[in-house]
């Protein structure tokens, strides 16, 4: 009787493996010039490092990097649904106020008797009321002096600029 013959069936290769898949990497970037750029870098760290510490010692830069960390911190307090709504609203208000033209409409100026009726329309007023309280908040705001941004929005204080 003859014996069984054992025999794995070797699975098609349908792509390349990693190894191939490497190496096609490696010349893609070799191509591209990122493996040149990626050894610059690498080679001169001193003095890119130098470059960075000399940007960011100049009094403009820290001021642009406080602002912007302020900018975090009041995006931080808003809820995103407030500032979509917020964004949106402007974009239409800008987008409305950019389509108005006066000389082209013929729109002419309300007079005293439009002035007597603009004081009675109520979605006007239901418009302005949160424009004038928006208004004095920001005036109430910019009266108020700051010493150290992070001090006033931690109610910390701090040692730094």
Not at 26 to 34: I, R, S, W
Not at 35 to 56: C, M, P
Not at 61 to 69: F, G, K, P
Request: hydrophobic share 35%; aromatic share 4%.
């Amino acid at each position: 009787m003859a014996e069984r013959i054992s025999h794995d069936v070797t699975p098609p290769k349908i792509g390349p493996d990693a190894h191939e898949e490497l190496e096609r990497l490696l010349q893609t970037l070799h191509e591209h010039g990122v493996l040149r750029f990626a050894n610059d870098v690498v080679g001169a760290n001193t003095e890119i490092a130098q470059v960075l510490v000399n940007g960011l010692g100049k009094p403009g830069t820290l001021n642009a990097v406080q602002n912007l960390s302020v900018l975090g911190m009041v995006l931080s307090r808003i809820e995103p649904s407030d500032f979509y709504r917020v964004c949106f609203a402007l974009r239409d208000a800008v987008e409305r106020i950019s389509q108005h033209h006066p000389e082209r409409d013929g729109h002419d100026s309300p007079g005293v008797g439009g002035a007597y009726k603009m004081l009675h329309d109520e979605q006007l007023w239901h418009a302005i009321v949160p424009l004038i309280d928006g208004l004095k908040a920001f005036a109430e705001r910019l009266d108020k002096p700051v010493d150290k941004p992070v001090s006033d929005y931690t109610g910390k204080p701090t040692s730094g600029p």
